[in-house]
Structure formats: structure tokens, C-alpha cells
């Protein structure tokens, strides 16, 4: 494990948060943004259970106030959570802001009554006592969100100095570790396509927090200063309402950042904002997060089609759409909401929002399976992660499976919570971290 780690630490291409700069051991050993350290879903030196269950290996569970969809994020002894607190203040009805089809589709809506308080709490990683709790604002939300939805989806990442926690309509917020609000930055509201609630989360790239703003409204991409929150950059995009968080990758000595959408996936040059590619091919509702390996950035959708190209990024050049830039591409069980995993040169990747499993080799599209069924378990909205040669799948109904990594697909065991689960897991070290609608759980071997 140590040699791997080292491995990793010496390689000229990295991604996620501290682009540009040697991750240290302690970033390896954290899990500083939403898809882990190396922002594929990867912990490196993780090594949790295969099994548990609410009377085995739990370490600790913890109660948590309101709701929201954020994975935990952990840095240190620190875990740092969002969440939506509805509280007992009255607040007046606004007009929602449901498009057409959504009337035609009848599709569940969670509105507010009340007013909320949106939090940011910090845990404590060996107990879950809560360290600091800290009200960023106060009030009704004015938009819906999904049946399964939350006002508090979009997850906050960490460069182990500060926290950056991201609120959508209700501002972005810079906190040092222990609770200080440093400075904080408001983009007005967005409007959600059928009102399905907000979740794309910031990036860190070097000095900058990295933001887009993909609504029905004017979407942009905007960087800012990440010491002072100073904007340093904002373009305009053309796009409706997309989900997909950016992604920071490093090629040849350089930085792009990676923005999946509707209309268009572009990538821009981090320090100017300009425009480095672009091209077409996903599908509508843009939810999964890219991953990049060995030069190759892999892009996914799945609603209402199917959508998977793999880009070469040092032949990626202005407008890229059927070029040789696109080394191979599918049109087959891609993900809606989950993003896929890229482990050890293969490419994972659910099925819609089904515990249905495929495994491509990630430098040609090879596939080693698909289709293979994970019964039992319903509705995914989380993302696959993955430790030590397993992957872990977390299904909303709290069922979940440890899977080999591999080209031939082995179950390892299949296990059960009583809860509800649509936040994605965390790894750090041996211990698992699964928030439920309910409860924050430390799986552990005990």
C-alpha cells in the first residue's frame, strides 16, 4: 500500500484539488472533495470492511439535524457535512418555477413551508460528536426540489486550510477548519429544470474555487480568488440546466478544467477562462462527474439515451466533435445520476439509476461485463467508490454491495442499513463513512 501511495505522489499527470502541487501523504489519506482525493472515486491507502450491518462493525452512528444529499467530507479528525434544517418558523408561499413538462410528466415535487436554516457542521472523525455548527442562512427555499431531493446536495471540498462550502441559490461560503467564515459570495438564484433541485459542487484548482452555474437562467462558469473570493474570471455559457461538477485535470504541464453538459462539454484554461475544446454528445440532464486516467478524460449520460466518449486531451483542440480526438465512444448502459469509477485502468459505471454493473477497460472500450445485476437494491443516486480491490455500492434503499475489482465480476458480500441513502459514501483510511437520511454512520472493523 505504501508503495502505491508513493507511486501515486510521483506521477506527472494528477487531478482534483491540489492540481499543480505534490499531494502530500495527508491528501492521499483524506477524502477533501466529493469523489475522494484523486477525483475518480478512489481512496488510495483506504482498507474498510467487506461487511456490516447496524449490529456489526459500526464503529459509530450519529444523528444528523435536517437533510441534504452532500457527501462528508474528511480532512484530519475532522468530518464536514451540509445539510437543510427545517425549523418552525412560518414563511409565505412563492410561485414555483415549474416548466411546462413538468406539469405534463406529474413528477413529485418537495416544496418548503417553512423556513430553513442552512448549516455547515464539522464532526468529530473518531466519534462523531459534533465539533462546530455554523447557520450560513436563514430562510424559505423558494424553488422545489426531486421526491428524492434536498436543499443541501452540493458537496464542500477542502485544501486542509479552509473549507469551501457550496450552497447554490444561497451563496458559496470560505471557512478556515475551525468555524471562522473568512468570506462568502452570492450568485443570485437558480432556476432548475422541472425543479429537481440544485447539486453541482466547486472545485479547487491552485488559488481558485471553480464554480458553474448551469440553470434555465444565464449559466456562466466563474473562477475566483480562493484567499479572498474575489472573481478572478466569468464566461457565459450556453447550456440549460446540467449537474455535472467541474473537473480539474493536468496534461503536459497544463490545466483545463472539464465541464460536462447538455448542449456542449467544453474545457477551459483554469487562469483566463478561454476556451481550449468543445464538442456535443451527451445526453440531456448531465449529472455524472468525469474521470481522467493516463491522458484520457471519460465523459458520461444516461437520460433518455445513453452517452460515453473517451477524449485524448493532447489532440483536444477547438471544436472535437467525430474527430481523432475521441479514441472510442459507446451508446450503451451508461449512468443517470451516478458517476462511474475509474480504478486501476478500468472504467465502472451503473446502468441509469439501477444496480446494474459494467466494467470497460478504460484505454479502448473492451468490455471485461455488463448487465450484471446487483439484486435487491433500488433507486442508486450515489456513485460508486472504491479501496483496496473493492468497490462499494450504496443503493437508496440501503442496500449495498462490496464487489472485486477485476475483469470478472465477483460479489463479496451484500449489506444492509436502516436507513436511507443518496449521498455518496467516503473513505479514509479503514473506516467508511455512510450518510443516511437520518444518521451518519462509521463502518469499522471491530
Sequence with gaps: MKQFVAAILGCALLVGGLLGAEKSPEYLNSWPQWRGPMANGVAPAGNPPVEWSETRNIAWKVALPGKGHSTPI?????????AAVETEKAAAAAPGNAAP????????????????????????????KVLWERTVREGRPEEGTHEFGSWASASPVTDGENLYAFFGSRGLYCFDLKGKLLWERDFGKMSIKMEFGEGSSPALYKDKVIVTWDHEGPSFI????????????????????????PFV??????????????????????????????CGGMTANV?????????????MSGFRGNALLAIRLAEARG??????????????????????????????????????????????GKPNYSNQRLEGIANIFTSPVAADNRIYIVGQNGTMYVVRTGPAFEVLSKNSLEDNFIASPAIVGKQLFLRGYKNLYCVELK
Excluded at 474528511?74 to 451540509?82: H, K, L, P, S
Excluded at 442552512?118 to 462523531?128: K, P, T
Design 74 to 82: 474528511i480532512w484530519g479528525n475532522q468530518i464536514f457535512i451540509q
Design 101 to 128: 413538462e413538468q406539469r405534463i410528466m406529474r413528477m413529485p415535487v418537495n416544496r418548503a413551508s417553512k423556513v430553513h436554516r442552512f448549516v455547515l457542521l464539522s464532526l468529530d472523525r473518531q466519534s462523531g
Design 222 to 245: 466563474t473562477v475566483l480568488d480562493k484567499k479572498t473570493g474575489k472573481e478572478l474570471w466569468k464566461v457565459d455559457r450556453e447550456e440549460k440546466t446540467s449537474w455535472a461538477s
Design 249 to 278: 485535470v493536468e496534461t503536459g504541464g497544463k490545466a483545463q478544467v472539464v465541464t460536462s453538459a447538455t448542449q456542449r462539454i467544453r474545457s477551459y484554461d483554469p487562469e483566463t477562462g478561454q476556451l481550449i475544446w468543445q
Design 287 to 299: 449529472i455524472p462527474m468525469p474521470v481522467e486516467s493516463n491522458g484520457i478524460v471519460y465523459l
Design 319 to 364: 471544436d472535437i466533435t467525430d474527430s481523432a480526438a475521441i479514441v472510442w465512444k459507446t451508446s450503451s448502459d451508461t449512468p443517470y445520476t451516478p458517476s462511474p469509477l475509474l480504478y486501476q485502468d478500468r472504467l465502472y459505471f451503473l446502468k441509469a439509476n439501477n444496480g446494474i454493473l459494467s466494467c470497460l477497460e478504460a484505454r479502448d
